[in-house]
């Protein structure tokens, strides 16, 4: 993850003249006197964006309303509940190739894939939200109390979150997912397990990039003369700090939904999801399907894995493109015909 | 620790000239500060992940709650220490962890430290295969794409590493499968060998933990080859994964480094274009891959864990995920702890490696 960095100084002019500035300036400067909708963190990096860059953004932007809307329609789309394995009484039978009936073939359980790839979705969709807003809850939270108040309780909260920063976040997760719940559990049981064991392990990022920045406009004069005339702290902090401080918060935003997603698939894949009748997730079928590949039966693995990367792909690719739009030396720059690094 | 890191450098290290003493006494210093906050961030970790184990209840519960009678559970329990106070066993385990135990499991009775030994070295062998995969492949592309930025190539090798970011382990892997040992035939499907090979490497008199190593010591080519072939998907799996970090990371740094003033007087001087990019622009936008590298070990531990299932690769990840199928969570907690241990000392290294590099990193 790279944190975006101002422009080096002179680097050879070539960004477009008042936009460089207004990043330089800030990213509330930027478009200051556009209407607040064009300086919502995605539409104004749209705005901002050329050529191919604009079109890896729409490329991502286009993935993840699919992945939503998905999720948002999934009874409609599915053709069975994820976990029937019947119909009208008949049922489906177990490892079916392909068919008219199940466009995307069975699985060894005897589930139909295509249901389960779509109901999948709100599975994803689901622990993503949740563990991105609690860790974003939580890191600000604490990244903003630690880098005001300072002293001990920053020290140790510093220490803290580059320990947990440190460790292999799937073992992090794993952990996690057997203290929540033991290992298997129902639906939205699942899903909470998940989501916290996923939060436990962003939480120190958010903190980590909203401390730093708190500590750094704690010593700017706007913050001094706010505590001058009196002003309480959590107005300063909450106001003064928070405001300025939220700048980089829509790409980790995005990259750790990516993660999310990821992570919850690993957490299934190992045995430690969300149990099958509960609810449809893409990492538990690819384990499930991991014996099947031998004897070549490559349905039931590849459709959930082609899930999982184009949920991830949508997402990481809005990510990509916001950091480096955000990021001077790396924006696309419209470039005169002919002119040639 | 971080404030003795501050103090001028004592009188060891009064060496005759201002830079040599300088640079000689930082290193030094910087390498030990940065060694012994190895210690807190192991400590912390033992912690955390000691009493979240211990949030849930004990192991003894835990692996065979519900096969034996409460009475028989309690019997067991108060054997192995479970009914003392919690910080009396946190000690007590933190004082095993010093003298090396890092307790029994449960379910085969072996200590965990004797798991760590025989399968760790077959976890390094991968990693150590997939770090090769990953800068055979991230080094080169990262500096063509950078070379074209902006143009095609750049935007079908930038794609390619999201792709590579947004593809699980587990389903590389399984694409992998499909495609070179069910399809084509090329590569055997799992393991680390075949029975044949085994049987020649069981021969061996004191094996070390890398198969490769065994194999080429007994200069037998079969056995090489059939090591290499078992290695093959497996690395390239866990390999693509960082290796698309690393062609990012080139790519950013490159495009940094190529707008240098120093770049562009070396052109005006004439230099070659393509040396340009493999010597002027390359070497310092290497540093931050040595830096990524250490936080890439965590991640490619992670990433081990689910290879290791994926190949059925005996490691430390795939015994890992067996402990956890069977609720044996001491081993569970052992190996974790272990896996933290590693990626400490690995990051220490790294941060030393760094510095000895790029002087302007210290403390």
């Known amino acids: 993850m790279t944190i975006p960095n101002p422009a080096p100084p002179g680097a050879d002019g070539g960004l477009q003249g008042d936009e460089s500035v207004a990043v330089q300036a800030g990213a509330v400067a930027a478009t200051a006197h556009a209407p607040w909708y064009l300086r919502l963190p995605i539409v104004s990096h749209l705005r901002r964006s050329v050529g191919l860059q604009r079109g890896m953004l729409i490329a991502g932007l286009v993935l993840v309303a699919g992945l939503l809307l998905t999720a948002l329609l999934a009874p409609l789309i599915a053709p069975y509940p994820f976990a029937a394995t019947s119909a009208d009484g008949t049922a489906f039978g177990t490892q079916q190739p392909p068919s008219a009936a199940h466009p995307l073939g069975t699985t060894v359980a005897g589930y139909d894939v295509l249901s389960r790839v779509v109901f999948g979705t709100r599975t994803a969709v689901a622990v993503m939200a949740c563990a991105v807003v609690a860790s974003l809850f939580l890191g600000v939270l604490l990244g903003l109390i630690s880098g005001y108040v300072g002293g001990w309780l920053d020290r140790i909260l510093v220490m803290l979150a580059d320990a947990i920063y440190a460790f292999p976040s799937l073992l992090l997760a794993i952990v996690m997912s057997i203290v929540i719940s033991g290992g298997q559990s129902s639906a939205w049981g699942g899903i909470l397990a998940a989501a916290l064991s996923i939060t436990v392990v962003f939480v120190p990022q958010y903190f980590r990039v909203i401390r730093a920045e708190v500590v750094r406009l704690k010593a700017e004069p706007f913050v001094e003369a706010a505590k001058v005339i009196g002003t309480p702290h959590r107005r300063v902090m909450g106001t003064h700090l928070l405001r300025n401080a939220t700048r980089t918060l829509p790409l980790i935003f995005t990259l750790n939904s990516s993660e999310a997603i990821l992570t919850l698939a ?45 949920a991830v792909l949508g997402v990481t690719l809005v990510g990509e493109s916001v950091n480096d739009l955000d990021d001077p030396r790396l924006r696309s720059r419209r470039r005169r015909k002919g002119a040639r690094r | 620790m971080t404030a003795a890191a501050e103090t001028q450098p004592g009188p060891a290290a009064s060496a005759p000239s201002r830079s040599s003493r300088r640079s000689g006494g930082g290193l030094g210093r910087y390498v030990l500060t940065r060694f012994l906050l190895i210690i807190p961030t192991v400590l912390i970790l033992m ?317």
């Open chain 1, 266 to 310: 690993a957490l299934g894949f190992l045995g430690f999801g969300i149990e099958p009748t509960s609810a449809a997730e893409w990492g538990y079928d690819l384990n499930r399907a991991m014996a099947d590949a031998t004897s070549g039966i490559w349905w039931t693995g590849l459709f959930p894995g082609l899930a999982i990367v184009a």
């Open chain 2, 47 to 363: 912690t955390v992940v000691f009493f979240l184990m211990r949030i849930t209840g004990d192991p003894i519960t835990a692996a065979l709650g519900g096969r034996l009678t409460p009475d028989e559970l309690a019997a067991r329990r108060a054997e192995a220490g479970y009914d003392r106070p919690l910080i009396i066993q946190y000690l007590d385990y933190l004082g095993g962890v010093l003298r090396g135990d890092f307790g029994t499991s449960y379910t085969d009775g072996r200590p965990v430290s004797a798991i760590l030994l025989q399968y760790g070295g077959a976890t390094a062998e991968l990693v150590l295969y997939a770090i090769v995969v990953a800068l055979v492949v991230g080094v080169p592309l990262g500096m063509i794409a950078a070379r074209n930025r902006d143009r095609w190539g750049d935007l079908a090798l930038r794609v390619l590493a999201i792709l590579g970011y947004a593809t699980p382990v587990f389903f590389v892997g399984l694409l992998l499968k499909l495609v070179f040992s069910v399809g084509l035939g090329w590569f055997p499907v799992a393991g680390r060998l075949s029975t044949g090979g085994e049987r020649t490497m069981g021969s061996i008199l004191n094996p070390s933990p890398f198969y490769l190593l065994d194999a080429i010591r007994l200069g037998d080519p079969a056995l090489i080859g059939d090591v290499l072939r078992h290695a093959a998907l497996p690395a390239v799996a866990l390999g693509l994964l960082t290796g698309g970090i690393f062609l990012r990371l080139v790519r950013t740094n490159m495009i940094g480094t190529l707008e240098m003033p120093y770049v562009d007087s070396a052109r005006s001087r004439g230099v070659a274009e393509s040396r340009l990019t493999t010597r002027h622009a390359l070497r310092p936008a290497l540093i931050p891959i040595i830096t990524v590298m250490g936080m890439q070990v965590a991640m490619m531990l992670g990433g081990a864990v689910l290879t290791e299932t994926t190949f059925e690769w005996r490691g430390l990840g795939y015994q890992l995920a067996e402990y956890m199928a069977a609720r044996d969570y001491v081993a569970v907690q052992g190996i974790v702890m272990m896996l933290a241990v590693i990626v400490a000392v690995s990051n220490f290294l790294v941060d030393v490696i760094a510095a000895l590099i790029d002087p302007r990193v210290r403390y």
